[in-house]
């Protein structure tokens, strides 16, 4: 038989809502935030309300036997349309008690629907390969960079209703570490500071999740902004050596890409006869009060054949730390000498 296809869990859960119910589901993976959040998505499709105390039955693969899972399987729903058997840990049960449960997908009771949870799927084994060919498999793995993060919040912001730009998304993923449950805890700290305004913007980020962190890299962009490159260098020193580097260098990038664009739509206003101060008072609100003067500075700092050559370099930094075999520290403290002397 052809096998059955492999979702991650995020393409399960976006296309979960079309399907009818399958006899069998086998979620794996690392991810423990990532499996629970899958099972209550197919339980709560499939259980009847008030029914669940007769037709939702969980069982442990590592405390019980497969005669008990085949069991509650064969027995017909009290109230639901079907009876919902979930058996976790079941790559803990010895091989034996795999075959039996093999053995059952090959044949299933129509009433019944078997959720298998597991760590590891080692298809080497023939009763996980019987099981892989028949169950749908969905995928939990862990996020392998703050792409997987990006593309796991977008799936929760429309699942929730919630906007937040392109900007603020590529901020949150890349000031948290990657994991789901730690985003996922990050993400209700944002909601509870927007008090579910079902909006979330770049500011909203920065007090949220990377208060403690932009607190040290507004120092930088102050002392790169008054073309400081001495003081500028030494924070970066000090970021670096109280931070993992491969983490926060993208993290660093993208505040700095802010900090010049809102120094360029300083630059830009002024072309257009603004005067500095309605600048200050109109146009920078999304900076803090007290900080608006300092960009006008910076703007004198850095005219605007100097901020397309800053820009050029940001864009440059960005692919050498994703194509060149550098370390962050060196291609960043390049960067910072090359805007400061531009």
């Known amino acids: 038989m052809q096998k059955q296809k492999v979702y991650q869990h995020y393409e399960f859960l976006r296309e979960f809502g079309k399907q009818k119910p399958d006899p069998a589901y086998l979620i794996y993976g690392p991810e423990d935030y990532l499996k629970d959040k899958v099972l209550k998505t197919i339980t709560e499709k499939f259980k009847t309300p008030g029914s669940e105390e007769f037709d939702v039955i969980t069982i442990y693969g590592d405390e019980s036997l497969s005669v008990n899972v085949l069991e509650q399987l064969e027995m017909m729903p009290f109230i639901a349309k079907h009876r919902l058997v979930i058996l976790k840990n079941f790559d803990k049960m010895i091989a034996s008690e ?3 449960i093999a053995k059952y997908i090959e044949n299933p009771v129509q009433t019944s629907i078997l959720i298998l949870t597991a760590e590891k799927n080692d298809e080497r084994i023939i009763a996980n390969r019987t099981i892989s060919e028949k ?18 919040l977008r799936a929760e912001l429309r699942e929730r209703n919630i906007n937040m730009d392109n900007e603020s998304i590529s901020l949150f993923s890349n000031s948290i570490e990657t994991d789901y449950l730690i985003a996922a805890n990050e993400l209700e700290k944002l909601i509870i500071y927007t008090k ?11 007090e949220s999740v990377g208060k403690s962190r932009t607190n040290t890299i507004f120092e930088l962009q102050n002392y790169i902004g008054n073309r400081n490159l001495t003081k500028a260098l030494s924070i970066l020193e000090n970021i670096l050596s109280n931070e993992d580097p491969k983490k926060i260098t993208i993290f660093i990038i993208a505040m700095l890409t802010r900090f010049f664009s809102q120094i360029w739509k300083v630059l830009a206003l002024r072309n257009k006869n603004i005067s500095d ?6 146009h920078l609100t999304e900076i803090f009060y007290r900080y608006r003067d300092d ?21 440059q930094a960005d692919v050498d730390l994703k194509s060149l075999n550098t370390k962050e520290e060196i291609i960043l403290e390049t960067l910072i000498y090359n805007i400061c002397k531009v």
């Open 135 to 152: 169950a749908v498999n969905i995928n939990c793995r862990s996020p392998y960079n703050a792409d997987d993060i990006a593309k796991w």
């Open 277 to 282: 101060s309605e600048i200050t008072t109109r």
């Open 295 to 315: 960009y006008i500075k910076y703007a004198n700092n850095y005219p605007g054949e100097a901020i397309k050559k800053v820009f050029s370099m940001l864009l």
């Open 196 to 206: 579910n305004s079902g909006n979330i913007t770049l500011n909203d980020v920065i």
């Open 98 to 100: 795999k075959n039996l």
